[in-house]
């Protein structure tokens, strides 16, 4: 977990890799379900098609259906999600029918001005210094409920400073995965 250009995608791609196991992101198990045109997938395309948020029961299903797979079956990396409390139980009920349980929620934390910095260099539209401020804002908001919510169900939270070298934050990661 982490605020949008906190290197989430970079360290849990470094990560997977390294453990030799799967990451997910929410955008790639959408793309997924939708190419092999799952159950799930289906659902999801027609909330896609008018310009909706695809629903969490969907969401969860889609997930479920990946974490099933024989690519999950020695673990998985979830990058980015939940995003909400209600994700977050639903992962859970998920994770347990399949007699599975989370190992840590890595947490990377990076100051608002050097996200600021990060996102408006990268040149898109969508990163405006406005709208860069109102997706921290958001993430704020959705992403403490669900910290609080992984803490009080006894997960432990790895809170990482993803600011620096790249392979010393991944080593930092490592660390305290003890791995």
């Not at 079956?73 to 007699?99: H, I, K, S, Y």
């Not at 990076?110 to 401020?133: E, F, N, Q, Y």
């Not at 070298?165 to 991944?170: P, R, S, V």
Request: net charge neutral; glycine share 12%; aromatic share 4%.
């Amino acid at each position: 977990m982490g605020p949008p250009g906190a290197g989430k995608g970079t360290q849990g791609e470094l990560l997977a890799r390294r453990l030799g196991i799967p990451r997910y992101s929410t955008g790639d198990i959408l793309r997924q379900a939708l190419r092999e045109r799952t159950p799930m997938g289906l659902a999801a395309k027609r909330f896609m098609r008018a310009g909706e948020l695809v629903p969490d029961d969907v969401m969860l299903g889609i997930i479920g259906e990946v974490l099933a797979s024989e690519e999950s079956a020695n673990g998985f990396l979830l990058d980015g999600f939940p995003r909400t409390v209600a994700q977050a139980e639903g992962l859970r009920r998920t994770l347990e029918e399949m007699g599975l349980g989370l190992d840590a929620v890595v947490n990377l934390t990076v100051p608002d001005d050097v996200i600021m910095h990060r996102l408006s260099t990268r040149g898109r539209k969508d990163d405006l210094a406005k709208t860069i401020r109102r997706r921290l804002e958001v993430y704020r908001a959705q992403t403490k409920p669900v910290l609080d919510w992984y803490a009080d169900a006894g997960v432990r939270i790895l809170a990482i400073e993803g600011v620096g070298d790249i392979e010393e934050i991944q080593q930092q990661i490592l660390g305290c995965l003890a791995l």
